[in-house]
């Protein structure tokens, strides 16, 4: 919905091909809007062997999630020598990926979520003209706000299923990735420019544990066979393609 509202705002800069301007190569600052496509994409390892209906230790489970980001982006153009850099910084806040898993297909009392609440990065690039279009390439560091979640479920005295706080886990972590992308970009009229990118942002494994907050109910992990709290590693990847608006401040060149 917000890329068709991008697609209707860029309608509405109108269609004038102002060809002037795009030149070999360009300088200074901008400031833009995005939305597009995202997904998220995570492989949790059940490390002390808890879930599922086979209980193995390390085994690994993949689920993913899509959604429609959008957010905004500020950066600059410069001049190393000859080459054609760009740095630059966007935050996404909304509309973002969401996964869940069913760990245990027949007792269904044990499922994985993993959310993206916000996302930032800050890149930079290396940007070639080509005749009225420019691309490039660009990488760093990505930060995001990612909750990660196991949830047991256990029958009560009365027999109805409730959460089990032993077995179960909510955290919200900020997390510390890289991030790498590529993109295409072309001027629409003398300040604004259209951009198509794609972002690959990796947050590596952090692992959590079961909270095992009353100690009397916490899963039997591992071979001892003892109660213990159960770890879990979460591998979080999130890939994002994106259609930007960029629009340089007036008097700026
Ligand atoms: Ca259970
Ligand atoms: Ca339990």
Redesign the pocket.
């Known amino acids: 919905m917000l890329a068709w509202a991008l697609a209707g705002l860029l309608a509405a800069v109108g269609t004038a091909q102002a060809q002037g301007g795009s030149g070999s190569g360009r300088t200074g600052s901008y400031l833009g809007v995005f939305a597009g496509p995202g997904s998220v994409d995570v492989r949790m390892t059940d490390i002390d062997g808890f879930s599922g209906s086979n209980s193995v230790p390390g085994q690994t489970f993949e689920y993913d999630g899509t959604g429609i980001a959008a957010g905004v982006v500020a950066g600059r153009y410069f001049h190393l020598g000859r080459m054609q850099l760009l740095l630059e910084a966007d935050g996404a806040f909304g509309g973002l990926p969401a996964a869940t898993r069913q760990m245990d297909p027949v007792g269904l009392d044990e499922t994985a979520t993993a959310e993206l609440h916000w996302v930032g990065t800050a890149r930079m690039g290396v940007r070639r003209s080509l005749g009225s279009v420019g691309v490039f390439v660009a990488g760093g560091v990505s930060v995001a706000g990612i909750s990660n979640s196991f949830t047991?479920l256990?029958p009560g005295t009365d027999g109805r299923l409730r959460v089990?706080p032993?077995?179960s886990f909510d955290e919200r972590p900020t997390r510390v990735g890289w991030v790498a992308g590529a993109g295409i970009e072309r001027p629409v009229t003398g300040a604004w420019t259209l951009r198509l990118d794609g972002l690959y942002k990796d947050f590596g494994e952090t692992v959590h544990q079961a909270e095992n907050r009353l100690g009397v109910?916490a899963?039997v992990c591992g071979p001892a066979g003892l109660p213990s709290p159960c770890r879990y590693g979460f591998d979080q990847r999130f890939a994002l393609l994106r259609l930007v608006l960029l629009r340089r401040p007036a008097g700026r060149g």
């Open positions: 047991d256990d089990d032993d077995d109910n899963g």
